[in-house]
C-alpha cells in the first residue's frame, strides 16, 4: 500500500459528461501529481501541484482542471468528455517539489467512456 | 525535449532466465534515471533510480547502470521469478525540470 488514496476505482460516463477524481496524498507528502495512462500514449504527465499551488504543467488539455485543497487532496476535474479520454488515471505524491524525488502513486481511477 | 524509449514488448521468459529490457534516453546535461515497476492492478512503484553517470542502481535483484556514453539506462536481473511478472517503466527527469518523463512500458510475463 503507497499510502496514497484514489477514489473512484472505476468511472464509467457518457460523452459529453463532467467527472471529478479524487486523490489523498500519503501523510506529509506535499506535492501531488496526475498522469493519465492509455495504450497508445503511455504514460503522461498531466499537472503538478506543491502545498496549494499549481508547480508544473505538462499535457494536460483545456478541458481539464486540477486543484489541491488545504488539506492537501486533489482533485481532477474533466469536462466535455471524449470517447478518447477513456484512460486510467494516476494520481501519484512526494514530500518536495521535485519530481526527481521519489513517487508514491495511487492505484489509480479507470475512466470509460461510453 | 526530453524524451525514453524502452524496447517493444510484451517481453515472455521462463522462471530463473536472464532479464534485460533496454532504456535509451535523449536528454541536453545530466538528467536522473529511474525504473518503476507497476504490478497487476496497483500504482508504480520506483525500482530503482541513478542520478550520474556510472552509477549504478540496484534492488530486489534487479540493476541498471547509468550509461552517458550510450545515453542507456538498460536493466538486468540475473533470475527472474513469476513474481517479477509487472509492467516496467524507464524515466528520466532533470535538473531544474519538474517533469518527470516515462516510457511507454515494458510488460513482462514469467512463466513458471
Known amino acids: 500500500d503507497s499510502g496514497v488514496t484514489q477514489t473512484p476505482k472505476h468511472l464509467i460516463t457518457a460523452t459529453g459528461q463532467r467527472v471529478t477524481l479524487r486523490c489523498s496524498p500519503r501523510s506529509g507528502d506535499l506535492s501531488v501529481y496526475w498522469y493519465q495512462q492509455s495504450l497508445d500514449q503511455g504514460l503522461q504527465f498531466l499537472i503538478q501541484?506543491?502545498?496549494?499551488?499549481?508547480?508544473a504543467k505538462g499535457n494536460i488539455l483545456e478541458r481539464f482542471s486540477a486543484q489541491q485543497f488545504p488539506d492537501l487532496h486533489s482533485e481532477l476535474n474533466l469536462s466535455s468528455l471524449e470517447l478518447g479520454d477513456s484512460a486510467l488515471y494516476f494520481c501519484?505524491?512526494?514530500?518536495?517539489?521535485?519530481?526527481?524525488?521519489?513517487?508514491?502513486f495511487g492505484s489509480g481511477t479507470q475512466l470509460s467512456v461510453l | 525535449g526530453n524524451s525514453v524509449t524502452q524496447m517493444e514488448g510484451p517481453v515472455t521468459l521462463s522462471e530463473e532466465a536472464f532479464l534485460t529490457i533496454n532504456c535509451t534516453y535523449t536528454a541536453t546535461g545530466y538528467p536522473s534515471l529511474f525504473w518503476y515497476v507497476q504490478y497487476p492492478g496497483e500504482g508504480l512503484q520506483l525500482l530503482l533510480k541513478a542520478t550520474k553517470a556510472d552509477d549504478k542502481g540496484s534492488n530486489k535483484g534487479f540493476e541498471a547502470t547509468y550509461r552517458k556514453e550510450t545515453t542507456s539506462f538498460h536493466l538486468e536481473k540475473g533470475s527472474v521469478q513469476v513474481s517479477d511478472s509487472a509492467v516496467y517503466f524507464c524515466a528520466l527527469t532533470q535538473g531544474g525540470s519538474e517533469k518527470l518523463v516515462f516510457g511507454k512500458g515494458t510488460k513482462l510475463t514469467v512463466n513458471p
Open positions: 501519484a505524491s512526494s514530500v518536495a517539489r521535485a519530481q526527481g524525488e521519489k513517487l508514491f
Open positions: 501541484y506543491y502545498n496549494g499551488e499549481e508547480r
